[in-house]
């Protein structure tokens, strides 16, 4: 899931469509894919588990969901500094965590 967040980040960065993003390994085809695909997985959630709740919302919400930055404000009753403060920490969290 780090490397899929790693991955939608350039994406929303460079503005790349989020359908360009690898699909996980087809088990069938490759089981040993599948292995390495799902320990990722399974790394990358605890990483985000243990991300403040807000932080993980805003980078959900925005990475993972494609939800707009005007309506993740709306809803979450943020300012647009409040948000591209809370992301920023919240994705260097993540990379700090994830280097560990």
Do not use: W
Request: proline share 6%; glycine share 4%; charged share 30%.
């Amino acid at each position: 899931m780090a490397v899929r967040i790693a991955a939608l980040v350039f994406d929303r960065t460079h503005v790349v469509s989020i359908d360009l993003v690898a699909p996980p390994p087809d088990p069938k085809l490759n089981p040993e894919a599948r292995v390495i695909h799902d320990g990722q997985m399974a790394h990358a959630e605890r990483l985000m588990n243990s991300t403040p709740a807000r932080e993980r919302e805003i980078i959900a919400s925005f990475y993972l969901e494609g939800e707009r930055k005007d309506s993740i404000i709306a809803r979450m009753r943020l300012t647009e500094t409040q948000f591209r403060l809370t992301k920023c920490r919240g994705l260097q969290r993540l990379r700090e965590r994830a280097a560990a």
